[in-house]
């Protein structure tokens, strides 16, 4: 078990008991209350209060909570785990709109009650006496926010950084693009399963799909075979449809003698390619008919890029959607983001 698997445990259980305690332990406590109220008895002010305090055990779940979110934050970041965040978000909209919902619609109705009773109001900070548990509190305020978040993520753009330099020099290392969500149709976040068809990938396009052999990951390549195209590769020159790419020599600034750029054309496309001199006996030999709702995929560092030569083809439902504009970049380590390659992807 990995130090995320054991954090992500301790997280849902001490979630779980700040749950429990919240919409379970506390109101029944004050539904009882509620119903000593009703038949007359008068507890004193003090004890009511009591009732709608937040209780030790949902403050120590709650610094349990943060600091154990904070601890997987500092891990993806510093160890750069492999995460995916479309679930965690899903998770986390789900999760903080069924607590305030709860509150909303069950648990309201006795603490309401019981602070009337002690001639007190809702409306007051969390942590203080009559204000809403905490976890209630939190959940009404990162719901929106969450739920808004999903939304636009989801179905408008969802913002990418390049890790690789398998798409040089379309993309660099270091680039941050936005990707086009809505232009492949509208999908389901995290099952892919699309919910209303706008548009198909098209030969040319720069695509971010999921990884077949390891779905949680994000890769981006170019679309060169689309269903039903029969493709062949053979070393450094492509077929699709028995016609070969046609691509011209052309000059890259700052190349080495051994870099080998070329203008490619496939469909309306055209964009560049990167070879390296003497490699392309190394790409393996390719001679299929793209399978319905599948794509082939090339990088366009033809060279040192892992795509469909190596792993196959990617099935409709990891598609995430089209890279459509580079909006930043900052090369790796300690260096101020620059803008000079803002533009659209080609």
Request: overall charge neutral; proline content about 7%.
């Amino acid at each position: 078990m990995t130090l995320m698997q054991l954090l992500t445990i301790v997280l849902a259980i001490a979630t779980t008991l700040w749950a429990l305690e919240t919409f379970i332990a506390l109101p029944l406590r004050q539904r009882q209350a509620a119903a000593r109220l009703a038949a007359g008895e008068a507890p004193d002010a003090g004890a009511l209060r009591s009732l709608v305090a937040e209780p030790p055990l949902s403050k120590l779940m709650a610094n349990v909570v943060v600091g154990i979110l904070g601890a997987l934050f500092l891990l993806v970041i510093l160890m750069r785990q492999d995460v995916d965040f479309s679930l965690v978000l899903v998770v986390a909209t789900a999760v903080t709109g069924l607590f305030w919902l709860l509150y909303v619609t069950v648990t309201r109705r006795f603490r309401v009650a019981l602070l009337a009773a002690a001639g007190q109001k809702e409306e007051v900070p969390a942590g203080q006496p009559g204000g809403q548990p905490a976890l209630v509190e939190y959940s009404a305020s990162f719901f929106p926010v969450l739920a808004v978040v999903l939304l636009l993520r989801s179905f408008l753009f969802e913002p990418f950084t390049i890790p690789s330099g398998s798409m040089l020099p379309t993309l660099q290392i270091g680039d941050y693009i936005l990707v086009n969500k809505y232009a492949y149709g509208l999908r389901l976040p995290v099952a892919g399963t699309e919910i209303l068809a706008i548009g198909k990938p098209q030969r040319g396009d720069v695509m971010v799909f999921k990884y077949p052999e390891n779905p949680r990951q994000n890769f981006i390549k170019r679309v060169i075979g689309v269903p039903g195209d029969h493709v062949r590769v053979e070393g450094n020159r492509v077929f699709v449809n028995n016609e070969e790419l046609p691509r011209v020599r052309t000059q890259f600034e700052g190349a080495e003698s051994w870099e080998l750029y070329y203008k490619e054309r496939v469909g309306e496309r055209e964009f560049m390619i990167r070879h390296e001199e003497g490699r392309e006996i190394s790409s393996p030999l390719v001679d299929q008919v793209v399978p319905p709702d599948s794509y082939f995929m090339l990088g366009d560092n033809r060279d040192n890029s892992r795509d469909s030569r190596y792993w196959g083809f990617v099935p409709d439902r990891y598609i995430v959607g089209k890279a459509s504009l580079i909006w930043m970049h900052k090369d790796p380590g300690l260096h101020l983001p620059t803008f000079g390659r803002d533009g659209k992807v080609q």
